[in-house]
Every structure is written in C-alpha cells, then in structure tokens.
C-alpha cells in the first residue's frame, strides 16, 4: 500500500514568503500547479523543508475554515 508524502513548507530565501503543502497522493506533490517560483517577488530560490506541526495544524484549520463558508 502506498505512503502519502509528508507535509512541507516552501520558503523564499530572498522574501521570507512561505507556504505549507499537504499532499494526499504522490500525484498531488508533483502537480503542475506547484509553484516553482515565489508568488510575492517572483524568485526561483525557494527552499524546501520538512513542515512543522505547528505549520501542518495551522494549513489544515485554514483549509477547514475554507471548506465550511
């Protein structure tokens, strides 16, 4: 049975913009619709980490209070 990937968090080296991903299929984690490229200054050095639990609780209420307006 396959895995889901972990959750991460993508940061901008030159801006401190960062963003939280938690992909359910190993589809989702290399969709074209991530970013590879900051979406505030436009910058290609975007770096990838492990995401925090504090980041995952904190993209999983965001997408919870999105789903119930």
């Known amino acids: ?6 959750p991460f968090t993508l ?3 030159c801006c401190s913009w960062k963003e ?6 190993h589809l ?3 969709s074209p619709d ?3 490229c900051c979406p ?10 492990e995401a925090s639990r504090q980041e995952i ?3 999983r209420l965001d997408e ?3 789903l119930n307006k």
């Open 1 to 6: 049975m396959p895995v889901s990937p972990r």
């Open 11 to 13: 940061v901008c080296a």
């Open 20 to 25: 939280t991903i938690l992909p359910h299929s």
């Open 28 to 30: 989702a984690a290399l």
């Open 34 to 36: 991530t970013c590879f």
């Open 40 to 49: 505030e200054c436009r910058s290609p050095s975007l770096e990838r980490r």
């Open 57 to 59: 609780l904190r993209t």
């Open 64 to 66: 919870f209070f999105i």
